[in-house]
Nanobody, 117 residues
């Protein structure tokens, strides 16, 4: 069974930073494309960033310059560095894993809440 677990969320003031982590089975980050999504109450889930199996990252245009996705395969960990946080970044953040192409997602974490005020 594939279980992804996010952590690192919390409540911060605007302008501050957070680093989210997503830990899964050792083979997930090695064999799957991975990504971060977020969803605010009453809104659709939106893509934040993706990281393919070759280490190529893609960040949503609206978040470029503030958010960075990375991973450490040896630690089975996916990260999302979030800088200069804004109130509109408030959402539940989820990590996901999917097949090559980074277009669909097979596994999801339970989410970690980020609140910016």
């Amino acid at each position: 069974h594939v279980q992804l677990v996010e952590s690192g969320g919390g409540s911060v003031q605007a302008g501050e930073s957070l680093r989210l982590s997503c830990v899964g089975p050792g083979w997930v980050s090695r064999m799957y494309c991975m990504a971060w999504f977020r969803q605010a109450p009453g809104k659709e889930r939106e893509g934040v960033a993706t990281l393919d199996l070759n280490g190529l990252s893609s960040v949503d245009d609206s978040l470029k310059g503030r958010f960075t996705i990375s991973k450490d395969v040896t630690k089975n960990t996916l990260w999302l560095q979030m800088n200069s946080l804004k109130p509109e970044d408030t959402a539940m953040y989820y990590c996901a894993a999917g097949p090559i192409g980074c277009r669909s997602w097979s596994y999801w974490g339970q989410g970690t809440q980020v609140t910016v005020s």
